[in-house]
């Protein structure tokens, strides 16, 4: 009489049959049980597709409830199993397999990526160092996500990854903490205040790489912007949405630099747009460094115990009638000259003269 299996590839025998050989059947029907709770190990160098034989056992065998996949992915790779096995009529018959397993990727994906799925199906993608639960339902392999990260190594672990769909919260000795989104996931911190931090040490907030930091709300949909701009002398900008201003509700303000005398006078209007400078010889404003279209700016020009130092000024420099009011010569009074640049010339917008200032 035909054999007959079922979705496990163990054998079912009808009435009248394996007359005088039944110890033999059930001595490898039992053997194949204990396949069921075994181990395996496939090397996914290439495609690999894991089988229940009837009556036999294969190189990949779909009984094994512990799975290693071991190896260099080259490519991408998938791991199949059909939707049924067995054979035969009734009793037994093809049946859809219906089973768990446990998989660890222990492979290197350099780049690519593995998945496990019933032949023809969808499945699910598997991470590199990770295990998984999952099970055959008779149409795909489903991920239950109970089990999680595996680590290579002897370092504590904070619970091998805290709920996450494949990731990883991993610490070691005087390492950092890394939190890993799966694919193209976010990290969502549901608290109202989240605080950074240690032992009343500075706190840095930064980007890893060439991000620049934006800081925004409601993801960004209804919210200016403050940006820190990547890159060797990068802005921080302030972007408003639609009407929005940027408000201080208390004191904003540049400190006054001191700017060492010069004869042909030196000014970064960059690092110091407020200034001041004590005249101890006469002076000329030479053209300042580092101008921004629309900047303002300042400078205090005090005569020193001696007085009689006169002010010239570079012709970026634009007055009114083209004529630079006169200096004040007395000792120790101060003139003060503001200033806005269109881009070419530095306008002057304010001088006051003979100022006491103490």
């Known amino acids: 009489m035909a054999s007959n299996y079922n979705g496990l590839g163990l054998q079912l025998m009808t009435t009248g049959e394996k007359a005088g050989t039944w110890g033999n059947v059930t001595n490898t029907t039992w053997n194949e049980v204990k396949d069921t709770f075994g181990y395996v190990s496939i090397a996914m160098t290439a495609d690999r597709t894991l089988t229940i034989p009837d009556g036999s056992t294969g190189t990949y065998d779909g009984r094994a409830f512990i799975i290693e996949l071991t190896g260099t992915i080259g490519g991408t790779r998938v791991l199949d199993i059909a939707a049924t096995a067995g054979s035969g009529s009734s009793p037994g018959g093809s049946e859809n397999i219906e089973k768990p397993f446990i998989v660890y990727d222990n492979t290197t994906h350099a780049g690519n990526t593995l998945t496990f799925k019933v032949t023809g199906a969808a499945g699910f993608a598997l991470s590199e160092g990770s295990t998984y639960l999952c099970y055959h339902n008779g149409t795909d392999i489903i991920n239950t996500g109970l089990l999680s990260s595996v680590v290579a190594d002897t370092s504590p672990q904070l619970g091998g990854n805290l709920d996450c769909n494949g990731n990883d919260i991993v610490s070691t000795s005087n390492a950092d903490i890394d939190i890993i989104p799966h694919g193209t996931g976010d990290v969502n911190l549901g608290a109202d205040a989240v605080q950074i931090g240690d032992n009343n040490a500075n706190a840095t907030l930064t980007t ?48 006054e630099a001191n700017l060492a005398f010069d004869g042909t006078q030196d000014w970064d209007v960059q690092a110091a747009p407020v200034a001041k400078v004590t005249l101890t010889d006469n002076v000329t404003f030479d053209e300042p460094s580092n101008p921004t279209t ?19 000024w570079n012709g970026v420099f634009e007055f009114a009638s083209d004529e630079a009011p006169t200096a004040t010569t007395t000792a120790d009074k101060g003139d003060l000259f503001s200033f806005r640049y269109n881009g070419a010339k530095w306008l002057c917008v304010g001088t006051t003269l003979a100022l006491t200032l103490s």
């Open 208 to 255: 890893q790489g060439t991000g620049d930091l934006i800081l925004n709300t409601n993801n960004g949909s209804s919210s200016g912007d403050i940006t820190l701009l990547d890159g060797a002398n990068g802005n921080i900008e302030f972007t408003n949405n639609g009407t929005g201003v940027v408000k201080f509700n208390d004191a904003a303000y540049f400190p």
């Open 294 to 312: 629309g900047q303002f700016i300042s400078i205090l020009c005090i005569q020193d115990n001696t007085g009689s130092r006169t002010i010239a």
